[in-house]
């Protein structure tokens, strides 16, 4: 009892990695997660407890594609978890067979047929290459592998999705974003309006604004907003020909970028 005691207690003290699910346009859903790469996937769920957050509570067969996709990656920290700790001890094996296999064909098959001394290297390598394989596939059944696989995969069932009172704003501003026509989109992502947000919303809120930084590299737009100012100075037809050139040639979604400028200027502020 005191042992479940204290993990319940080690959980509660850990920072949380949010989750948050957004619903896009014509019901598409879109999943901001912190796991991006083998390597983050390990360390977080490590380190941090992983909570989800929606806005409108996502289908269950979004939920059940992201957690697959999540259980791949998985697979892969564990081969490459594998191949950090076995590497030396799975390299020395596949050099042992290298040379057997050079000792076989020099000294023991010297009466038989006559071998190209190439030949003899690059059977021996083709060996000690399919043992280092096979070793490898071993491992991926082995104990070790195992418990990391199943516990890795324990942590990943362990998250649970609850209602966000923050994704709510960010949906139904995102609604209204999309609603509007380009150019009162610039103005808004230029001038962005402020979001007052709760004491409880403020951490999620700084992890939303830095997912949505991560996943879609909005950092990169900040010299680009330069042209929108000097294309929104520009009169008549023009000046829409040249937004719409400027948002395809960046491939950017102009709602979700301003939700992403809304909330971020609202996490500068509070902080």
Same mark, same amino acid.
């Given at each position: 009892m005191a042992d479940r005691e204290m993990a319940d207690k080690?959980?509660?003290e850990k920072e949380k990695a949010y989750i948050f699910h957004v619903l896009m346009k014509d019901g598409e859903s879109l999943m901001l997660d912190p796991f991006r790469g083998v390597e983050r996937l390990e360390s977080t769920l490590a380190e941090r407890t992983a909570e989800g957050r929606f806005g409108t509570e996502p289908r269950v067969e979004v939920l059940t594609m992201f957690r697959d996709e999540l259980y791949r990656t998985v697979d892969a920290a564990v081969r490459r978890w594998l191949s950090e700790n076995r590497f030396i001890p799975r390299f020395l094996a596949s050099a042992g067979v290298f040379l057997l296999a050079m000792f076989v064909m020099a000294y023991?098959?010297?009466g038989g047929l006559p071998i190209p001394v190439i030949d003899e290297l690059a059977i #021996?390598? #083709?060996a000690s290459?399919? #043992?280092?394989l096979a070793i490898g596939r071993k491992e991926l059944t082995s104990d070790a592998a195992t418990r990391k696989r199943v516990a890795l995969r324990n942590a990943i069932d362990r998250i649970t999705f609850v209602p966000s009172r923050l994704l709510v704003r960010v949906e139904e501003s995102l609604r209204r974003y999309e609603a509007e026509n380009l150019e009162a989109l610039v103005?808004?992502?230029?001038?962005p309006s402020d979001e007052v947000l709760d004491e409880p919303e403020r951490s999620e809120a700084v992890e939303f604004v830095r997912l949505l930084e991560d996943h879609f590299n909005f950092g990169r737009?900040?010299?680009g907003e330069r042209q929108l100012k000097n294309f929104m100075t520009e009169r008549g037809a023009e000046r829409g020909t040249n937004l719409r050139r400027w948002a395809e040639s960046q491939r950017l979604?102009?709602?979700l970028y301003a939700v992403y400028k809304r909330f971020k200027r609202t996490v500068e502020r509070v902080r």
């Open positions: 080690d959980k509660e023991v098959l010297r #021996a390598l #083709a290459v399919a #043992a280092y103005s808004e992502i230029l001038d737009l900040r010299k979604d102009f709602p």
